[in-house]
């Protein structure tokens, strides 16, 4: 007598006693149905597998002060934690427009939002980028918005999972791409890069102090051998650097990576056509709260409210950044490097 065929097969198990494979951490990736080992995860200060904890909530509903009937946009829905905090606020009569560039992730996130009971008409989706900003806004609120979000970090679903190719520790295709449906993946953009390029690309998006020399020895290793995944690259940069702490190279590796991923994905070109779309988007009074996790980042942000102040475009703006708690960067990590910046548009 044979097995029927209809038998579910045996769940892979993982290697010891802990799961370290993202595909492994299969209670994490199933919150719905192991809730309780989602919280013992959430408790020691970890972010779940396949999830993503949204950022100092507390300090961006302070400064875009949400009333019921507003008209919002998040520029960055991501995992959609900020998004659900919103349009809470807005209710009753209120719209949320929600941004994002990541066509996995977007439809998951959107899914969830529409389980939670807001009716219909108050959230909208868009897929584009920054760049697409102002003709979702002229499309969905013609008027211009009350509030708006832009969260420039990456989620903890692109970090956490290797086949993007976001991170150092996982190994993966060298990716890197916000939607990998478009664009050169990180290993084609290294297979096309000079040495000059690559090391002014180390410098800017990352101030990395080694640039020049680890942009000859990561094009050496191309030229040997094309870098087609993350611990291929990963490789060359620990060979680069043999008499160093491993903290120091921990620091490189994460250096390098973020270089790459904002030239791969244009980062910083589409942070820009963001600030310069911003005061057409805002109705008079409303108010901006932008959050980085980089100096690039802010260096950028920080100008724009600046001149924009001066300009008269705006009537005021955060004097210093806004940091998030230290209860906050205890229980969450990944919040330690955030600055929030907020404005009010004139």
């Known amino acids: 007598m044979t097995e029927s065929s209809d038998k579910p097969s045996r769940r892979p198990r993982y290697r010891g006693t802990h799961p370290r494979q993202f595909g492994e951490k299969y ?74 560039n990541d066509p996995l992730e977007l439809p998951k996130s959107e899914a969830r939002l529409r389980t939670l009971g807001f009716p219909e008409e108050s959230l909208v989706v868009v897929r584009t980028n920054f760049a697409g900003l102002a003709r979702a806004i002229g499309e969905h609120a013609p008027q211009g918005v009350d509030m708006l979000l832009a969260d420039l ?30 664009g050169h993946s990180a290993a084609q953009w290294l297979a096309e890069v000079t040495e000059e390029q690559l090391a002014r690309t180390l410098y800017e998006n990352a101030d990395e102090p080694q640039a020049a020399a680890l942009a000859e020895k990561i094009l050496h290793a191309q030229g040997r051998s094309p870098l087609l995944t993350t611990q291929t690259l990963v490789d060359v940069i620990q060979r680069a650097m043999p008499r160093s702490s491993d903290e120091a190279v921990k620091e490189t590796l994460q250096r390098v990576f973020q270089a790459i991923r904002i030239a791969v994905n244009d980062e910083y070109g589409v942070l820009d056509a963001l600030l310069r779309q911003l005061p057409q988007c805002v109705r008079s009074e409303g108010r901006i709260a932008i959050l980085t996790f980089h100096s690039g980042e802010d260096r950028r942000v920080k100008a724009a409210f600046k001149q924009g102040l001066a300009a008269g475009v705006y009537s005021d703006i955060a004097e210093d950044v806004v940091r998030a708690s230290l209860d906050e960067q205890h229980a969450n990590p990944r919040s330690r490097p955030a600055k929030l910046r907020w404005a009010i548009r004139s």
Do not use: W
Not at 50 to 57: E, L, N, P, Q, W
Not at 155 to 178: C, H, N, T, V, W
């Open 27 to 100: 209670k994490e990736l199933q919150p719905e149905k192991y809730a309780e080992d989602v919280a013992k995860v959430l408790a020691s200060g970890k972010t779940p597998a396949g999830t993503h904890r949204s950022i100092m909530v507390r300090e961006i509903l302070d400064a875009l002060r949400p009333r019921a009937g507003d008209a919002a946009v998040d520029c960055t829905l991501g995992y959609g934690g900020h998004s659900r905090e919103l349009l809470k606020k807005i209710q009753p009569g209120g719209r949320l427009i929600a941004i994002d």
């Open 153 to 182: 970090g990456l989620s903890s679903m692109q970090i956490d999972d290797p086949a993007r190719g976001f991170s150092y520790k996982q190994e993966g295709p060298l990716d890197m791409r916000m939607n990998p449906l478009r």
